[in-house]
């Protein structure tokens, strides 16, 4: 379960049923497609290995950052040669924000000041967007800004609210996600695809590895290679760090 083998065979699976698609050639006369996302919550090293196994399968896929992720930093040198790496297998990078309340115009020009600060730092165009958590209101909004996607813009999702219907797969487009490491929507072996023409993959990548884990083993696994992450950086940084602190 979660293993790189696993979604080799949920790829497969879709591929026999749907185009994989970027979310730039999605067009209102598009009515069978698979656009896939991955949101990147605590570590762009997963994602890089994740983006290597989807480059092997030949597709392209979308991988949004968040500028002010509490467990990774998106502008260290080491993050944003990870992002090029990502861009140059062939995928897009989004943002990822998580914005407080606010109206449209200014929700609009913060999402545009945190893209152009991406764009600054990484040299090249960041032409699309999705929020981490999104509120209610903010998926009702469809927020547009010219220019940009917005990866849960009318073409590519559908609103709802309410945990009845959850169960439901009659949506023009489908979405099915692994938050938290489970299939709240379903899970796509499962889905039937005689009832689905469009659909909305989105992945996060630090649930999945070449062995994969249950939730707890995953977690653990997790914690130690960002342990042995900031353990390596403090020696590296500072030749007084005490060694026994490796053991």
């Known amino acids: ?25 999605v067009t209102s006369k598009t009515d069978n497609f698979c656009v896939v996302r991955h949101d990147i919550e605590f570590s762009i090293d997963r994602a890089a290995k994740l983006a290597e196994v989807e480059n092997k399968l030949g597709i392209s896929t979308t991988y949004t950052v968040q500028l002010r992720n509490n467990t990774y930093n998106a502008l260290s040198e080491k993050n944003i040669e990870q992002i090029h790496y990502i861009k140059s297998l062939g995928h897009c990078i989004a943002l990822h924000q998580n914005p407080p309340y606010m109206s449209e115009k200014n929700l609009k020009e913060y999402v545009i000041k945190d893209i152009e600060t991406l764009e600054h730092y990484y040299g090249f165009e960041v032409d699309r967007y999705a929020f981490h958590r999104p509120k209610q209101e903010q998926l009702a909004m469809y927020l547009e800004i010219p220019g ?42 499962e889905i039937d695809f005689n009832t689905v023409s469009k659909l909305q993959l989105n992945i996060h990548p630090f649930s999945w590895t070449e062995q994969g884990y249950e939730n707890y083993g995953n977690f653990l696994s997790l914690v130690k290679e960002r342990k042995n992450e900031m353990l390596y950086d403090m020696e590296t940084e500072n030749n007084t760090f005490p060694k026994e602190l490796l053991l």
């Not at 379960?1 to 050639?25: K, P």
């Not at 009318?154 to 309410?162: A, R």
């Open 1 to 25: 379960m979660f293993s790189y083998n696993e979604y080799r065979n949920i790829i497969t699976l879709i591929q026999q049923h749907l185009l994989i698609v970027d979310f730039a050639d």
């Open 148 to 189: 940009k996607i917005n990866c849960y813009g009318k073409k590519y999702f559908n609103y709802f609210k309410g945990a009845e219907h959850r169960t439901l797969s009659d949506f023009d487009v489908r979405y099915l996600a692994d938050s938290n490491h489970q299939w709240k929507y379903g899970h796509p072996i």
